[in-house]
C-alpha cells in the first residue's frame, strides 16, 4: 500500500515508524510517498487474520443461536 502526501509527510507519518516509511516520489518532486515497511506489511497480515478469526466466531456465533 502507498500513500502520496505533497506537504507535511514527515510530521503525519512520524508516530507510524517503523511500520512506515517516506520515499521521494518518482516524478513528482514536491511530494512523498508513505509506504508500508516489512514490518508494517507485516501488522497489516496479522490485522487482517484478527479480523478474520474474529468474523468466523461472530458467524459461528449467529448461526448458534447466540445473542449478540
Given at each position: ?50 479480523f478474520a478469526d474474529v468474523e468466523r466466531t461472530l ?10
Amino acid at each position: 500500500s502507498t500513500v502520496t502526501f505533497a506537504g507535511g509527510t514527515g510530521k503525519s507519518a512520524a508516530g507510524l515508524e517503523p511500520a512506515v516509511e517516506s520515499v521521494a516520489h518518482p516524478t513528482d518532486g514536491r511530494a512523498r510517498l508513505v509506504q508500508l515497511t516489512e514490518r508494517g506489511r507485516d501488522a497489516q497480515a496479522t490485522v487482517h487474520r484478527i479480523f478474520a478469526d474474529v468474523e468466523r466466531t461472530l458467524d459461528r456465533s449467529s448461526h448458534h443461536g447466540v445473542r449478540q
